[in-house]
């Protein structure tokens, strides 16, 4: 990957691993089981600066490229995505929507405690009758006392729960379709008040939070058990003025363009996934052996092995060629939808695989890719399912047939 690494990028790469090795492989394990969110590191990962990475140091951030945002998000998976998307989710949907629309107040009120991990965010889009078809939004806000009063709810809301600060969306003018959406920044305490105390982040008492938000009920998922998914509720709250994101009817486009920085995110994720399973498989059939050879030694192992490896460079292509036009300004939607549809399937292949090659181990909990292979499936989902992806992909491809006629 030299064409895309410098010196940085490879000490942030050993940053990382030599975090995740400490703090969350002793721990990983423990907190699926229980579907515990791991507040202390968390707070580790702040003070290490992972929730800030690409955010200009004016506002708290480490200012660095989005390469950079990218590899930590994609070592951290390497060893277990709960973490991975505590701070995809953070980063992506939670503080860029606010530093790339909002108005110079709103970046320098909610930026700064978001970057520097003094609270946690989210992006609230998805409802129950908005999916994949996010243009079917029906939460609703009305104008009233120089503000909007909103109702409606979110589902499938990472850091609902325990985060305070969300964007999300809300139909301001239902005439209007999909150019009749717009952003709005909510507020609200967490759900965890006992245990951001006792590891002193989490809360930012002055946020001024909005009455009638608030977290439903956790979800209880298959995988990514250790992140925090909640429907977010918006029930007669009023939110002033000064909290809309962007002009009005714009919400539908900008939050488009969110999701395009967010499909890079999940091929990021994707990838460490991959590849964590991968080292695992490799490291378990060197060691085990059967009918008196390393199951490594089997040829139709290495095959499988070999044309896993072959697909992880290839989705390590697609993920840091649209970072690099993420980086330089350049429209990165197809390559996003194109890195996210590749690298999430690989993921589950590849986790498949590695189950498939350690055998009755590699389904137990005793190794990492029983957990790896639940929480690859969401890969496939999140940020736009795979079939969305394709459609997005296939609008471009007559897109540009069209211009070159």
Not at 40 to 64: S, T, W
Not at 306 to 327: F, G, V
Request: net charge negative; proline share 4%; hydrophobic share 40%.
């Amino acid at each position: 990957m030299d064409p895309y690494f410098n010196d940085d990028h490879r000490a942030l790469i050993h940053r990382v691993r030599s975090f995740a090795e400490e703090a969350i492989v002793p721990v990983a394990r423990e907190l699926d089981h229980t579907s515990t969110f791991p507040w202390e590191n968390v707070r580790a990962m702040g003070e290490e600066g992972f929730l800030g990475v690409p955010i200009p140091k004016a506002y708290g951030g480490q200012e660095l490229d989005a390469l950079s945002y990218l590899l930590v998000v994609q070592e951290l998976a390497r060893y277990d995505a709960s973490h991975a998307i505590t701070v995809s989710a953070h980063t992506t949907l939670g503080t860029t929507p606010i530093l790339r629309f909002g108005t110079e107040a709103q970046r320098e009120r909610y930026v700064p405690p978001l970057a520097r991990g003094e609270v946690l965010g989210g992006f609230g889009l998805t409802e129950p009758d908005a999916g994949s078809d996010a243009s079917r939004s029906r939460t609703r806000a009305i104008r009233e006392n120089g503000g909007w009063r909103i109702n409606g709810s979110k589902i499938f809301i990472t850091h609902a729960g325990v985060g305070e600060i969300f964007t999300v969306t809300a139909v301001t003018d239902p005439e209007r379709g999909s150019k009749g959406i717009t952003n709005f920044i909510v507020t609200k305490p967490t759900t965890d008040p006992e245990r951001v105390r006792q590891v002193g982040m989490g809360t930012e008492a002055d946020l001024g939070y909005i009455d009638g938000v608030r977290a439903g009920k956790k979800e209880d998922k298959m995988g990514w058990r250790a992140s925090d998914t909640r429907e977010l509720l918006l029930e007669d709250a009023l939110v002033p003025d000064e909290n809309r994101v962007g002009e009005e009817g714009q919400g539908f486009i900008n939050f488009m363009k969110t999701l395009d920085s967010g499909r890079v995110g999940i091929a990021a994720l994707s990838l460490g996934i991959a590849g964590g399973a991968v080292d695992a498989a490799l490291e378990y059939t060197n060691r085990r052996k059967q009918f008196g050879r390393l199951i490594f030694d089997f040829q139709p192992v290495q095959f499988r092995l070999a044309d896993l490896a072959t697909e992880i460079q290839a989705a390590k292509h697609l993920t840091y060629h649209a970072a690099w036009l993420m980086e330089k300004g350049r429209p990165f939607s197809k390559e996003a939808a194109m890195a996210k549809l590749f690298a999430s399937e690989l993921c589950m292949k590849a986790t498949i695989e590695a189950v498939q090659v350690m055998g009755g181990a590699g389904y137990t909990d005793e190794y990492p890719v029983e957990r790896m292979m639940r929480d690859a499936k969401v890969c496939e989902i999140g940020e736009g399912t795979s079939e969305v992806q394709r459609m997005v992909i296939a609008r471009h491809l007559v897109k540009e047939m069209a211009e070159h006629m």
